[in-house]
């Protein structure tokens, strides 16, 4: 349902609803399946634990009265949760709708929640109707209607003209000339909802990191009587989504009551004790002391438990379900498997990994066709379902890779040695092979069965880079004493020749490439970064991407068959009003963007022609679109909900990786059973099942995927920190600036600010031009918002060349003369210095779409997380960045990080 035929329904709704003591107002469930004038009488509001149980003393069928008050006099600040079987009712006759809670990062005021179905977002405005949900929570949510939803657009109108009204005074502050004030008007189109249940209190589970304080944090208040004890202490997150919390006085760490300063700038973990509906902050526990803000232990510590990731190692339960070592393979397994350890098969990886999940193969054959084999750990023989093994792989569902080191999902003794397919040692593994004729076409369909491997090589990305550019190797591979050099190399050479027919194929049927930027260290002994840079994706990394996809999408399709609602699938949600919002903005700047289809897209951005321009539109595409998903094939109403929008495929799963996925390890069990095809033995899994498990690999995927980009990010921070630079240019008034310089490039322009991003680190953030006219710098800026050009007004330098010229009595730029003639007919705004500008005194510097520009990168490690802020810098004609470099360090080789493919 769209919005307009959701607003149809709302008129309706409210026409034939409308009685005295109501709003003028009502929003229907937007579900084709409900009458929306039908009257219904809500269910009195019941308790419901954060877990979803009831109370010992609920009975069923009766809903307790909402209390007028709690024994002490306070009245409810917030609604009680209704009853879970009333949830569940409601749920099914499209009344309430459940889904995840989403807040946004920088204001917990605005709350998300966007149900399966639905093509819009329901949004919740403030912390009444967020209920005391947290952050991720799978919530019950009803629309509003009444006074309640009159209250919610007047409240968010208001909000929204005060900001808009603080932008345009901004503006007007920045602005040379004088523009037309026109009014200032919000017409809310959004459709409101609360929180009335929570199904899954996952939000609240984990730890949070922040702050202890004896006074609420960010009050105006004065200071307690400090002879009387307080009543509780002040929790401040560090993630600015969850509330401040509430620590209870006799909770309180006393080593924090007695010296609370000693606390200062120290990062603490508490969690969620409870969160009453007379309480206006949840009530916390402490937890421990993680340490001062911004050393890298102590912020790694941090991401990692605001992301729920707080295991490290095995239990005595899990390392007991490990085989004995020196562990040989079982004389029957031979029998039971394919016996490919004579065929040569080589992994590629990076030159620093341990766990290794695929190789290769390359076979030719008499008649002039070639076997390709793919071949993957077979996980699941050591991990068995129904064991605590399996059970601990489950809960953590994915290997965290962090900057400097990865928490694996399985014991190391599998994931580096016992599953890991190293080479000249036997190993279990699932393999699919395909024929391929001499031209790259697959000719058969593919085969799956169980195998004995043994791998001849262990080659780096580098290295068979090397092998296909025809370049020296840096580092010799190591072979198996029987197999030849340059039979390793022609299979690498002729597999990547199948590789560029099968991208060319895939990319012809319509996929969309959605790589990101990724970024390498260096670290000394101590642990610090000391060199970086951006990741590069070359052929070899292709080569391995083209046949990973094309094993999954074949599992895919063979699990499908077989298991038509327990089958475990990926797929990629189609972007909606994103795209639009993109193509919009891509005009502007000048090219024609096709976003009807995956392919139409990708073919808009093969036809922009400069490379630059090419990847920077693609990102500012990528940014919006929402991440993958697992999903169990029942939860498909049509074959179109199963589709993968990136790779343009109608199915595909994850199965080449299952040392570091769980997902991978399930699809396994369930490809044994379907080449299997037993009669008398049950399935691996039934379709709820499934379920479960693509939601525990959804959260997991997305929580490693996070403290994975805050690993990066906090390493990138402390390594510019870190970094001088020979030279440094100096304030107007002489004044060494902080930071260093770098280059950009603009990827947006807006009235007063740009957007830039720095490749050499990997940064894209907004350049505010407010930040040099407080510095004194910056006169004004004019913006053309139809051309995205940005004008900066700068007080020329003295150590400008065109100043010294013009100084000297010789004309200044043309630009600069042009600019002031027209300045002549045109109002100076009231807070700029008075027109016109003296062009031998300032510096014009038009800020367009991709033009390179320097900005100053200044770091903040006193809070946490750790950030950096971009700042405007003069534009000095001929001025180069100097390299920044850290004092006494000589750059290393930089390492290889692993490569995400399309997925």
Request: aromatic share 8%; glycine share 6%; charged share 25%.
């Amino acid at each position: 349902m769209t919005i307009d035929e959701l607003n149809v329904k709302l008129a309706e709704r409210a026409r034939r609803s409308r009685s005295p003591g109501t709003g003028s107002g009502a929003q229907a469930p937007p579900t084709s399946g409900s009458d929306p004038a039908r009257p219904r009488t809500p269910d009195p509001p019941a308790p419901v634990a954060k877990n979803g149980s009831l109370p010992d003393n609920w009975r069923a069928g009766k809903t307790p009265k909402t209390p007028a008050a709690d024994s002490s006099g306070r009245k409810p600040v917030f609604e009680r949760h209704l009853r879970l079987g009333t949830i569940q009712d409601r749920i099914a006759d499209g009344t309430l709708f459940a889904a995840p809670l989403r807040i946004n990062k920088t204001n917990r005021q605005d709350g998300y929640v966007s149900p399966r179905g639905l093509d819009y977002e329901i949004f919740i405005s403030g912390t009444k109707f967020m209920n005391r949900a947290f952050d991720g929570d799978i919530v019950a949510v009803e629309l509003l209607d009444g006074e309640e939803l009159a209250e919610a657009q007047h409240s968010q109108k208001q909000k929204k003209e005060t900001k808009m009204l603080e932008s345009r005074e901004r503006q007007k502050k920045v602005e040379v000339f004088k523009t037309e004030d026109t009014a200032l008007e919000h017409v809310e189109t959004r459709v409101f909802g609360k929180v009335v249940g929570i199904l899954d209190d996952k939000g609240s589970r984990n730890a949070f990191v922040g702050t202890l304080h004896m006074e609420r944090p960010l009050s105006h208040k004065p200071p307690q009587n400090t002879d009387k004890a307080p009543r509780w202490i002040w929790f401040n997150p560090a993630d600015k989504r969850p509330p401040f919390m509430v620590i209870p006085y006799e909770l309180a760490p006393k080593e924090f009551l007695d010296d609370p300063k000693s606390f200062d700038g120290v990062l603490v973990t508490v969690r969620v004790r409870q969160w009453r509906e007379f309480d206006n902050y949840p009530s916390a526990e402490y937890q421990g002391k993680l340490g001062q803000i911004g050393e890298l232990p102590v912020e790694t510590s941090a991401l990692l438990a605001a992301n729920g990731i707080t295991w490290d190692d095995f239990d005595e339960s899990v390392l007991a379900c490990l085989p004995p070592t020196p562990w040989t393979i079982p004389d029957e397994e031979y029998a039971k498997r394919w016996d490919l350890r004579d065929l040569r098969i080589f992994s590629i990886d990076p030159e620093t990994a341990k766990d290794l999940d695929d190789a290769l193969s390359c076979r030719a054959l008499p008649d002039g066709t070639f076997e390709v084999g793919v071949h993957i750990a077979d996980v699941s023989y050591f991990v068995r379902p129904r064991t605590a093994l399996d059970a601990e792989a489950y809960v953590r569902a994915t290997t965290v890779y962090l900057v400097q080191r990865a928490i694996p999902m399985l014991p190391r003794l599998l994931c580096e040695q016992l599953c890991s397919l190293n080479p000249d040692v036997e190993r279990f593994a699932f393999t699919v092979f395909w024929t391929f004729d001499a031209d790259g076409n697959i000719v058969s369909e593919p085969r799956f069965g169980r195998s004995v491997i043994r791998s001849c090589a262990k080659l780096s990305y580098e290295q068979a880079q090397a092998v296909i550019d025809d370049t020296p190797f840096v580092k010799q591979p190591q072979l198996s004493d029987n197999v030849a050099l340059d039979d390793v190399k022609q299979d690498i050479l002729q597999l990547f020749e199948f590789s560029k027919v099968l991208r060319k194929s895939r990319y012809d049927g319509g996929a969309l490439s959605i790589h990101s930027i990724k970024l390498w260290f260096n670290l000394d002994e101590f642990g610090n970064p000391i060199n970086s840079g951006m990741y590069e994706l070359k052929d070899s990394n292709r080569l391995i991407e083209e046949f990973m996809l094309l094993a999954n999408m074949a599992v895919a399709e063979k699990i499908q068959a077989y298991f038509p609602e327990a089958a475990l699938l990926r797929r990629h949600p189609r972007p909606a009003q994103s795209i639009g919002e993109f193509v919009s903005r891509a005009t502007k700047m000048g090219f024609k963007i096709d976003a009807s289809s995956s392919g139409s897209l990708q073919a808009s951005f093969e036809a922009i022609q400069d490379p630059l321009q090419r990847m920077l539109v693609r990102m500012m595409a990528i940014k919006p679109m929402k991440r993958a998903e697992y999903f169990a094939a029942m939860e498909a109403e049509e074959p179109i909900h199963m589709r993968h929008y990136a790779l343009s495929v109608p199915l595909y799963t994850h199965f080449t990786s299952p040392i570091r996925r769980y997902c991978d390890l399930v699809v396994h069990r369930l490809l044994d059973h379907a080449i299997r095809a037993p009669i008398d033995e049950a399935e691996p899994y039934d379709g709820k099942t499934v379920v479960d498990i693509a939601g525990q690999c959804n959260d997991r995927k997305n929580q490693a995927k996070e403290a994975q980009d805050a690993s990066s990010n906090l390493y990138r921070i402390v390594y510019i920190s870190r970094l001088l630079q020979p030279q440094v240019l100096l304030s107007q008034n002489g004044e060494a600036l902080e930071g260093i310089l770098a280059e950009g490039f603009v990827t947006d322009v807006n009235e007063r600010s740009y957007d830039v991003l720095v490749p050499r680190y990997g940064i894209e953030r907004r350049v505010w031009v407010e930040d040099a006219m407080e510095a004194g710098d910056v006169i004004g800026v004019t913006s053309d918002k139809d051309s995205l050009v940005l004008t900066v007004f700068w007080h020329r330098r003295a150590d400008d060349p065109a100043a010294t010229q013009a100084w000297a009595g010789e004309e200044p730029e043309e630009g600069v003369v042009a600019l002031s003639e027209q300045m002549g007919g045109l109002s100076v705004a009231d807070d700029a210095p008075a027109a016109p500008l003296d062009p031998r005194k300032t510096r014009v510097q038009r800020v367009c779409v991709f033009d390179k520009v320097v900005v100053r990168i200044q770091t903040f490690l006193d809070r946490s997380p750790p950030s950096f802020k971009l700042l405007p810098v003069y534009p000095m004609p001929g001025f180069e960045v100097p390299e920044a470099r850290i004092p006494g360090v000589t750059a290393a080789p930089h390492l290889s990080i692993p490569a995400e493919m399309d997925d």
